[in-house]
């Protein structure tokens, strides 16, 4: 498969002819943009265009600063590679597959070497490990965990460095850091490379006298090297499984290269220079069982079918790939899982996020970032009068949850008239604004609550009430707002015989309103949320819509609007938010899911139709 396959099919950007900084930029900037909606989100205007970037700008620096790590100015002087042992020529070094071949170690140990532009930083060997079951074509490699240690060592501001690996044929090809742990690190290159990995189920036969051959190869000029060594007998709180070279050689091109036995059998991989503090230096390695066992615990041969609920392996760590340092940060400070292996890289999208806007746009009197894209539908607005449209966008706010700095929740509500006379202004809205992120029957009493009106007026919130069993929750203003029009929606307007309803949400980023049209439906049959007083509308809203209100075409209030992931909005009509408002009911607790936010990405997930188990060479 070409790059320019695989580009088109959605995988990795490897667009010929632009600088290997300028695709990740790329990749980073389709991102971000994904993050405001559905749609892309390119201003057009100049002016626009800088004020929507500097407000991009702003938003990733406050992240970085409070999710980030500090970097260096720099990287570190360049790496000098030293060889050892020596040179080993193809077909000179090899090790049984069967009892009547044997394959040369050659043709699969390669070189991984980390750079910042065209200067070395580090240099080691890798092995090859078994495809897995991705629909994308991957190779992948194992190697030392101390690849990890130099990338975030030599980590710096332009945040642009790059994982080369040297394959046996003498060409490189670019690789990409993902999962690892204290011992091991996993890189992954694009396609099925030539070369063949090895077999993870093989057990090795224990080597007599501690016999041993360590194996790496050299980055820039790419020869193969062996030396001998043997088993270093531990002493007291020294690691174990050490092994000291013959010729005393040390070099970190041996690092991540297989360690071969007495019959040349891969027993393990070096892993690291020991420094005893006397006058001999020795190797950590891991052997070939527990290596197995490691691998197979990262979850990457066998991946899920999706990645929802995706989390890493316990004890497993995943490396921010260059040039995502911003991009991550933002979705800490937004609460959301961070993506798996290769998923920023290869371009995939994270689903059932806040940002994602769906219906009719429209902005505020004064909107700066020119006009925002398209949405989903067209002559939404139009179907109501201007005075109707003009109270909409003065009574419905956008809410958001935080614990501390960090994002909880975030939605639509809608300022109603409440208390005696209808004087006190409060806040409507979903009770899914203050659940517990981890037992959603319990309310947080943490977290913060933020209120924004666009232009510019924002204010805390208080909560007042709240009721699970209809997932209702009311929140006073911590301050007033000027030029609102609170809903009066215990006033029963006139009836309307039309079963046409528009769904009304705000974007939670920018404020903009959004607005989907559809009929009320009859019955509740297909709804996901367990509560029998729901009904159901035709509109199309996305999770921002969450607590926005149901309206008819006069502009009265019909309900309040959820989000299940069905296709078809579900809301609690007037009469039963009025009912629970009035007083307080003892009910049976019901169930009131949100789908969550997880990362998608069809060339990266399990391929079911790929079945049998995928082992490398089997050795003796």
């Known amino acids: 498969m070409t790059a320019k396959t695989t580009r088109n099919k959605g995988g990795t950007d490897y667009t010929r002819g632009v600088s290997r900084e300028q695709r990740a930029i790329n990749r980073r900037n389709r991102l971000e943009s994904s993050l405001l909606s559905s749609q892309s989100y390119l201003p057009s205007d100049h002016a626009a265009y800088k004020a929507y970037h500097n407000f991009e700008d702003n938003l990733s620096a406050i992240a970085v600063q409070r999710f980030g790590e500090p970097f260096r100015e720099g990287s570190i ?28 170690v050659s043709s699969w140990v390669v070189a991984i070497a980390l750079f910042d532009g065209d200067k070395m930083l580090f240099a080691c060997s890798g092995i090859p490990i078994p495809h897995g079951r991705t629909r994308q074509r991957l190779t992948r ?8 240690t130099q990338f975030n060592q030599n980590r710096n501001k332009d945040d642009k460095l790059r994982v080369a690996v040297r394959l046996p044929d003498n060409t490189a090809t670019d690789g990409f850091l993902g999962l690892y742990d204290k011992d091991i690190a996993v890189v992954t290159c694009l396609d099925f490379l030539e070369v063949c990995p090895i077999d993870l189920d093989h057990k090795a036969k224990p080597f007599p006298g501690g016999c041993l051959k360590a194996a790496g190869r050299a980055f820039n000029s790419g020869s193969l090297m062996a030396m001998r060594g043997s088993l270093y007998q531990k002493r007291p709180l020294e690691p174990r499984n050490t092994w000291v070279s013959d010729s005393q050689d040390i070099s970190k091109a041996v690092l991540g290269g297989p360690l071969l036995g007495w019959d040349n059998n891969i027993v393990g991989m070096s892993l690291d220079i020991y420094d005893s503090g006397d006058a001999n230096l020795r190797y950590t390695f891991l052997p070939m069982d527990i290596l197995c066992k490691c691998l197979k615990h990262f979850q990457i041969l066998n991946p899920k079918k999706d990645f929802r609920g995706y989390a890493l392996p316990r004890d497993v760590l995943s490396v921010v790939p260059s040039g995502f340092m911003q991009t991550i940060c933002r979705l800490k400070s937004h609460g959301y899982p961070i993506p798996p292996p290769l998923v920023l890289e290869f371009n995939g999208r994270l689903l059932n996020h806040f940002e994602e806007c769906f219906g009719e746009l429209l902005p505020w009197k004064g909107f700066p970032y020119g006009d925002p894209p398209g949405g989903s539908e067209k002559c939404v607005w ?64 943490s977290l913060t609550i933020e209120v924004f009106l666009p232009p510019n007026q924002r204010a805390g919130g208080t909560l007042e009430f709240y009721n699970l069993d209809y997932n209702i929750a009311i929140v006073s203003l911590k301050k007033n707002f000027n030029a609102i029009c609170p809903d009066d929606i215990f006033t029963e307007s006139a009836k309307n015989s039309s079963k046409k309803v528009i769904a009304i949400g705000r974007d939670a980023k920018f404020g903009i309103l959004m607005a989907a049209s559809g009929e009320m439906k009859c019955g509740n049959r297909g709804c996901k949320l367990d509560c029998k007083d729901v009904q159901l509308s035709t509109c199309k809203i996305k999770k921002a819509g ?50 969550k936010p997880y990362w998608y990405h069809s060339e990266l997930q399990a391929n079911v139709h790929a079945l049998g188990k995928h082992i490398g060479r089997r050795l003796n």
């Open 77 to 104: 002087v360049a790496f000098e590679e030293k060889s050892f042992g020596g040179i080993i020529k193809p077909g000179q070094l090899t090790y049984p597959v069967s009892t009547d071949y044997a394959e040369d």
């Open 141 to 148: 490699f194992v190697t030392s965990a101390h690849l990890v």
């Open 382 to 445: 139009n179907q109501l009068p201007k005075e109707v449209v003009t109270d909409v966008s003065r009574r419905v706010v956008s809410l958001a949850s935080f614990n501390g700095y960090v994002r909880s929740f975030a939605c639509t509500s809608l300022l109603i008239k409440l208390g005696s006379n209808a004087k006190q202004t409060v806040i409507l809205t979903s009770a899914s604004l203050v659940r517990d992120c981890c037992n959603e029957d319990i309310i947080d009493d």
């Open 546 to 595: 969450i607590g926005g209100p149901l309206i008819n075409l006069n502009g009265s209030f019909v309900g309040m609007n959820f989000y299940d992931g069905s296709g078809v909005t579900p809301f609690l009509p007037r009469h039963k938010i009025v009912k629970v408002l009035s007083q307080v009911n003892s009910l049976p607790s019901e169930w009131w899911p949100v789908p």
